[in-house]
């Protein structure tokens, strides 16, 4: 059963020919015209069949021929479901009249959405009502960037002496690439723009970083966090410290502009869920030694 879909109110087509289908239900007549072909004589008519509840449309009905207007309805008819008020309306046009509580609510979170991200993208830019706090922000972008995170696993890699701290790093290594590839996946076929009044001016990005869902920075803070408190042997004042990162830096990332709130909220939820994805796949010394035994 189709769905209604969002209106592109500003092509040009579009605002002509929801000119035709005015009053409460307009809209989805519009989606049912924008998805017909270019008009011909005979399909304008059938066009035109379909808006009956319209007073202009009807106005427009009455100056068809009588004949013309009976075979209409005659072949409509087949088709077509009766209504409260007995008029008849084909069946497509019908389900566009009542769209699903769902997406209803979707759309209504959207627009929470928009409207709150855009009140608390308060760093968006220097001049904005908290602009002083913009360098800080960057800070906090930085700390949860793709590249300190690579190097410092690569590095730590390295560094450590114990077979169990470079099998560790090695796992680090591998979610952060993981990461990096879901998240361009994601963003790739979602498509979602970030917010107009965000700067583009991160560094080090990917062309798919100009889209907005999810955000990076939120599902490596989150992946990132759960797998340092799995792994390394901390203090409880540094497990907080941890959490508290990954929150700020998904709470910076609304406050930059860059992503609405709901692109950091799927990040985090992603985030939680690739950890879990990490731990199935574990790189164990036995799991590399087999792997560099096929390469050979
Ligand atoms: C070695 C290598 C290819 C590193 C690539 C690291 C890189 C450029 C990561 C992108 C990080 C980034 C800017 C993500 C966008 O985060 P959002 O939170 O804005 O989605």
New binding site residues.
Partial sequence: MPSPKPVRASSGRSSSVSGVGSGSSGRYEFMSLTRTPPLSPSSASQLLQRQGSDPTTARLRASESPNRRRRGSASSNASTSSTGGGQQLPEEDCMHLNPSIISVALSSLLAVDLWLSKRLGVCACEEASWGSARPLMKLVEISG???PW?IGAVYCMYKSDSAAGQEVMLNLLMALVLD?VL?AIV?AVVRRRRPAHNRMD?F???SV?RY?F?????TRAAMCARFLLAHLVLAAPLRVLVMLWAVFVGLS?VLLG??NVTDVAF?FFMGYCQYNLVEALWLSPATLQSMMGQLE
């Fill in positions: 960037h793709g590249i690579l990096l998240v963003k991160m080090a990005t990917f970083d907005s999810p955000s990076g920075h939120a990332r860059r992503h990040g």
